[in-house]
């Protein structure tokens, strides 16, 4: 039977619960187990984004790394033994048609939700478009990050092609290693999918 491999990352005040080889399936909580809850509770939600492919079997942790502020901020920022392994080839490019579909899920939600959202505690008071932008720039500010750069007031269409090719070409020495970017990349933009999608109920 597969398995998932699971890591855990954890700060003082917050466990991220985080997907080796499913860019985006990633959820925190409190503690550990909280976060293992979660993380199993939200299958479905992402096998919505992912398509019928994804069949991970049982969540096992591979490992545990410390998280830091950020990680307490809600973002999950830690790399680990893991990452020294290189993400090239055939596995490279299924990795980034996760991180498309989970652009594409993004842009289904935006495209149904109203302008307004119900506010409340998770992302404070912001609106669809609000959040809209706030990905969008933090994509731009990432991108160094993994060998590229991105000008301001980039279609996004034409931002997410530079993104794209940037991961293809597998560059090395970045400031993130490949599979984290990634993974930050879809955790991003799927999370605020997935609070943009909880606020227009």
């Known amino acids: 039977m597969p398995s998932a491999r699971i890591y855990l990352e954890e700060g003082a005040k917050r466990v991220f619960a985080v997907s080796l080889d499913w860019p985006g399936w990633c959820r925190a909580a409190p503690t550990a187990e909280a976060a293992?809850?979660?993380?199993?509770?939200?299958?479905d939600r992402y096998t919505a984004v992912v398509g019928p492919g994804f069949d991970p079997g049982d969540l096992v942790v591979v490992g545990t790394v410390p998280g830091n502020r950020t990680t307490d901020f809600g973002?999950?920022?830690?790399?680990?033994?893991w990452d020294a392994a290189p993400l090239a080839g055939a596995e490279l490019e299924r990795q980034v048609a996760v991180l498309a579909a989970c652009w594409a899920a993004f842009d289904t939600v935006m495209g149904s939700a109203p302008e307004a959202l119900r506010k409340g505690p998770r992302g404070g008071g912001r609106d669809r478009d609000g959040i809209v932008d706030h990905?969008?720039?933090?994509e731009r500010a990432y991108a160094p990050k993994f060998g590229t750069r991105v000008p301001p007031r980039t279609p996004w269409d034409e931002q997410r092609?530079?993104?794209?090719?940037?991961?293809?070409?597998?560059?090395t020495g970045t400031t993130w290693p490949l599979g984290y970017a990634v993974r930050?990349?879809?955790?991003?933009v799927l999370d605020h999918a997935w609070e943009i999608e909880d606020k227009s109920t």
Not at 37 to 42: C, N
Not at 135 to 138: G, K, L, S, T
Not at 163 to 171: E, I, M, Q, Y
């Open 75 to 81: 973002a999950p920022d830690a790399r680990g033994p």
């Open 135 to 138: 990905v969008r720039e933090a």
């Open 161 to 171: 092609a530079t993104v794209t090719g940037a991961l293809l070409a597998a560059p």
């Open 184 to 188: 930050r990349l879809a955790w991003h």
């Open 36 to 43: 293992l809850d979660a993380l199993d509770a939200y299958r």
